[in-house]
Structures are given as C-alpha cells and as structure tokens.
C-alpha cells in the first residue's frame, strides 16, 4: 500500500510519513488542552493510514444509531468494529493492508512478511507492536485457549509466526496458503480475520498463568468462573470487557448486557487520518440498540432513529413501508449488491443412517422430479414479494467469472408431466392413496428440516409438500429451533434441510459449502465433512473425493487464474451430483442512511461474507454540519 503525499499550507502542520496531521476531534482537543490526552502528533503513528473520502472532508460529530439483534449480537458489533489485519476493498474485488503498512507474499505464497507501523498505540495509548502478535500465536499453540484461526491451518499443519523485530512478523506455511489473506478480511469466522490482535500483550499477560505475578486465583473467583483459562476467554471478549484496549474506531464503553443498548466511543489513538491528515473517526460514537423483535428497530428507522442499517429490517416485504416513510424518517435506501447462492436450498442427505432413505435421496432422477414439480414463480410472489428470480443453487449469473449455466438452470421448469417422467423413472409404484413406493415397497416419507428462526422456510416447506403431493411424493415440514436444526444436522439425524447459502459470487472462494463438504452446513454429506476434518466420518466417494481435492488445491495455489479454472471445475461436478434443490435467488437488497450522512456508497455489497457495513470505511462517515 503506498501513503499519499499531501501538501498543506500550513507552517505549524506536523507531517507524519508524508501526511500533514491538520485537525482533530474537538472532544479530544479539549482533553488535550486539559493535559488529559497527549497532543496528536504523539498519538498517530509514523505511517497512519490514510482513508478515502468519497464526498470530501468530513466535520466532526454526531452519533450513529443502529441496532442489533439480541440472539446474534457479536456479528453486528463486529461490521462496525471492522479492524482485521486485512481488510476486503469496498468494492470486494480483493483485499488491501489495514494494521500493516505492507505484506509481502513470496511466489509460492508460502511466506507472508508483515510491516506493521511504527509507533501505533492501542487505545489505552500503550504501544502495539510485534509483540501483541507473537502473543497471539502462543495463545493459540495452548490447546486450553484459543485455536489457530481457520486461515492459519494448511493440509499440512499450521503456520509458524516468527518475529523479525519490533514491527516485523513473518508467517511461514508447510505449504502454500493462497487463502491467508481472505482468511484475515473475515469479520464471520468464530476466530475472525481479528485473531491476530485480540489479544494485547500487555493487557492480557496479567490473566496468563505462564506470565503474570497477579493472584490468578483471586481474579477467578472474583470473575465467577472456574479456570484461569476461561477467566483468559472472558477478558479477551472485546465487546464485553470495556477494560480491554483495541485497535477499533470506537471503542466499547457500554458493553453487552448492561442494558438495551451498546455504546461505543471515539479511540482517541486511532491510527486512520483522511487525505488531509484529520483523525478519524468523523462521528463521535455508535449506539446500538439491542431488541428481541427486529420489528422494534423498522418502527425506529420510521421514526427517523436509525441513521444507518444494512440488516434485520431488510426484508422484501418491509421495502414499500419503508419507502413510504422516507421523507418523515429523514433517509435515503442504498442498494445492496446480494451474493446468496439461494435464499431456500434443500440438501438432500445422502448418507442417510435408514439404507432405504438413503438410497431413495441418492436417487437423481428422483431429486430433479421434485426439482420439476416445484412451481417456483408462485412461492416468489407469494413469499418473496416477487423480488427473487427462480434458479437453483448456484454462483449467480452477475458474477460471471464462475457462472455455470448447467448448475444454475437444470430441473428448474415447472413441469409436472416432466416431473413425472422422472419420478416414475425412479419410483414407479404407487399405493392405494396415489404415494410413491420405496426400495422396500413402502411409502416414500421424509421430513424438511426447517428453522422456527425463518418463518419464511416453513411457508415455502408447506408449498413444497402440496407441489410434491400432486406427483406421489409424502413429504412433511419438521420445524425447530435454530439449535435443534444444528444438533441433528451435526449428528446426521435429517432427511432434507432447508437453508440460505452463500457462494453467490466472490464467497464461492471462501465458503463453496453447496458443492464440496468442508462445512458443516453441507447437510447433504456431513459423514464426509467429518472425514475431511479427521473426526471420524466416512470417506466420499470418488466424484466427492475430487471436490474436497480441488478445493484443498485452490487454498494451496497462489495463481489467481489456475484458482479459478479449479473452482469452474468444483461447479461443473456439482452440476452432475445435484445433492441441493434450490428454489430462488435474490434479484436485489437494501439497506438504509440517514439522508445527511456522507462518504456512504450509494451501492454496497451485500454478502454476508462481506460483512457491510465494516469494509465500507465507516470512520470515514459524516454528519452534514456535523451532528444528526
């Protein structure tokens, strides 16, 4: 990444690498003339980064007010707390350098050498170097603590970190891990792309027993909790402790669970600084709303008491209301780029623990008659609000480098004669109420596993069960918790789950659980996901055998254009197994921003994968005339 050079005219401007630091928050100047802060220049480091501003320089201010939902909190948290050692572009066509000023990859991307910038301070103002680094490694070589991220671990064995000096690591694969930087930009992951700096060494050394002096024991029982260990875990959590330094814009003051809101503040050592060296953040804090019904937070966007979401209310269904109470709620919609790979994908389990089940659900040609007697059009218009276009599970055909028509468009007419067709190729007899027969002269029965979660999937569940009904198919919808959907998926205790993707575009490189089992989402394999992870399980077979290859080959290839040659292939096999039933995909989405906020992108991405609004640039984000 190469810092700009700006010139300002300015003789008492202080330049640092290159970037005069002109200005920053008047909440922080006045701490500063109180002798409470150090000034600026103190503060920054050598190297700050230096964002973009779309709209221009920004003006000091204001609060962001969003919310979260109280089942799944840590991931919103995480979009806004967006400050990995990588992050994704804003246009999700790569990735760039964040806490590093530079990562040098060598030809067989086997080495990763990273700079970090000089004189950087975690928010408590204490340094932060290569030694917060080399922490985390331990932490995660302690099979008590915290594991190797996902990203850190090749076929071969994880990476080994070394360190240089006070601000150079150097990351050393067995063998080549191409997907090491991707692996970083995750906001998803459970050990996300913020692995590498949860841990500030100065701060949490006190609650390790190989480095403090503290009484451990002491702290454990104060903290309520059994083990030093899960004492470790608890002050590591950085939307809970706000004792905990961070490298974040805003830094939490109001944690989780101390009421119905979350708060975070201004960083005051924030290393980010626009082109004309003012500090960021523009806004002063974030407010998150915490509720149980994302209903709560449609009637505050209403009210014109959200300035910026991109989730929770975004349903097709909330778009006309919400577009009706645009002038009275003081915002403007974005539109979202969607990468689902299907909004409803049915993964047909083919290694069933009932032999006759299982033989039934391999069958193909029985799958693609279900595929046929589904009349896709009327669930869109009557469960998506026509904002969806029929097509299985798929990369979508706007995202054409991997676009595979085969994958997308087979079995998807709604035909009940061809439907039929297919059906009596696989099970011809019938009993006395018109229902196909198994393998054992019984009646076909299965469930769809659904989640109570997503009232959507049981009503399309019931349409499904009707459509299969006219061709003598007994299916019936299972809906459950969340949780339960889980346990008896992992367990491989489901007949066909229903689920959302990703994979729809760009996230095919990162999660292409539709078509190889390296998740545990692939509902359609798990015994062959437990193989792959080496927990047991069955080995695949042949034609699943080289999807787990090819893919393991794409993580250890650092050629862009040979990566993807590989995963057209991954696609093309899919096509020929067709283990999922998808019935649609998203033709767009939203969000909404407070109509005077600027630096905002009109169109965002909107995977999931992606994580909007974190690579967004939200420090970058303003009040026109400062306050909302």
């Known amino acids: 990444m190469r810092l700009m050079s700006i010139a300002i005219l300015c003789p008492t401007a202080i330049v640092a690498g290159g970037i005069a630091l002109a200005d920053e928050a008047p909440m922080l100047a006045e701490r500063v003339a109180a002798g409470a802060l150090p000034p600026l220049e103190e503060r920054l480091p050598a190297n700050p980064r230096v964002l973009e501003t779309p709209d221009g320089i920004g003006v000091y201010g204001g609060t962001w007010r969003t919310g979260m939902r109280e089942s799944a909190p ?4 995480r979009t806004v707390g967006y400050d990995n050692m990588v992050h ?17 990859i060598n030809a067989e991307a086997t080495v990763y050498t990273i700079d970090l910038r000089e004189g950087m301070r975690w928010s408590d103002g204490e340094p932060f170097d290569a030694n917060d680094l080399m922490f985390a490694y331990e932490v995660w070589q302690n099979p008590d603590l915290d594991p190797f991220p996902d990203y850190m671990i090749t076929g071969a064995g994880p990476g080994v970190v070394e360190m240089i000096d006070d601000y150079k690591v150097q990351v050393t694969f067995p063998i080549p891990n191409a997907s090491f930087l991707d692996g970083m930009a995750q906001v998803t992951t459970a050990i996300g792309g913020d692995a590498f ?16 002096n503290a009484d451990l024991e002491a702290m454990v029982s104060t903290a309520g909790v059994n083990t030093w260990q899960e004492l470790f875990a608890l002050r590591a959590d950085t939307w809970l402790n706000t004792d905990k330094p961070s490298l974040n814009a805003w830094v939490i003051t109001t944690p989780l669970g101390a009421g119905s809101r979350v708060v975070a503040e201004r960083n005051p050592y924030y290393w980010k600084v626009d082109a004309e060296g003012n500090q ?12 149980q019904d994302p209903q709560v937070l449609l009637l505050k966007a209403l009210a014109g008491e959200i300035d910026m979401i991109a989730a929770l209310i975004n349903d097709p269904e909330n778009k006309a209301v919400l577009f009706d109470g645009m002038e009275q709620g003081g915002y403007r919609f974005l539109d979202m780029t969607p990468s689902d ?4 994908n049915y993964a047909f389990n083919q290694m069933h623990k009932d032999s006759v089940l299982r033989e039934v659900l391999r069958n193909k040609d029985f799958r693609a ?3 046929h007697a589904i009349n896709r059009q009327e669930i869109i218009d009557l469960v998506f609000i026509g904002q969806a276009q029929p097509l299985q599970t798929a990369v979508l055909p706007s995202y054409e480098l991997l676009y595979n028509e085969q994958l997308a468009t087979q079995f998807l007419e709604y035909d009940v004669a061809k439907a039929n067709v297919y059906l009596d190729k696989a099970f011809p007899e ?19 596993l659904t989640r109570a979660d997503k009232t959507f999937m049981a009503d399309i569940g019931q349409m499904l069960v009707e459509y299969w009904k006219e061709v003598g198919v007994d ?40 078509w190889v089992p390296m998740h545990h989402n692939a509902a359609y394999g798990i015994p062959w996901f437990d193989w792959y992870r080496g927990e047991g399980g069955e080995q695949p077979p042949s034609n699943v055998m080289r999807q787990i290859e090819l893919w393991n080959a794409i993580n250890a290839t650092a050629d862009q254009d040979a990566r993807v040659e590989m995963m057209k292939e991954i696609l093309a096999n899919a096509a020929e197994d067709f283990y999922n039933i998808g019935i649609a995909v998203p033709l767009s989405s939203y969000g909404i921003v407070n109509a005077n906020m600027r630096n905002v992108p009109q169109s965002i991405q909107g995977s999931y994968w992606f994580a909007p609004p974190g690579p967004l640039n939200p420090p970058t984000w303003y009040y026109e005339g400062g306050t909302n």
Do not use: C
């Not at 994704?88 to 040098?104: C, F, Q, Y």
């Not at 841990?199 to 390790?208: D, G, K």
């Not at 790979?341 to 409803?344: E, G």
């Open 430 to 448: 019938k009993d006395a109420e018109g229902f196909r027969l198994g393998p054992d002269g019984k009646r076909i029965q299965f469930a769809l």
């Open 197 to 212: 700096t949860k841990y500030p060494e100065h701060y949490m050394r006190q609650f390790h027993a190989d480095h403090t």
């Open 280 to 291: 960021l953040p523009y806004i002063d804090r974030v407010v998150y709303e915490v509720v």
């Open 341 to 344: 790979s299907n909004l409803a």
């Open 88 to 104: 994704w572009t804003p246009d999700w066509s790569g990735t760039v350098p964040n806490i590093p000023e530079a990562i040098e």
């Open 74 to 77: 840590t991931w919103n948290l």
């Open 369 to 371: 008659g279900l595929s």
């Open 475 to 514: 299916a019936r919808v299972d809906v459950v918790d969340r949780s339960l959907v889980r346990s008896r998926k992992n367990a491989n205790q489901h007949d066909v789950i229903i689920e959302d993707f990703p994979g729809g575009a760009r996230d095919a490189f990162l999660r292409p659980t539709p």
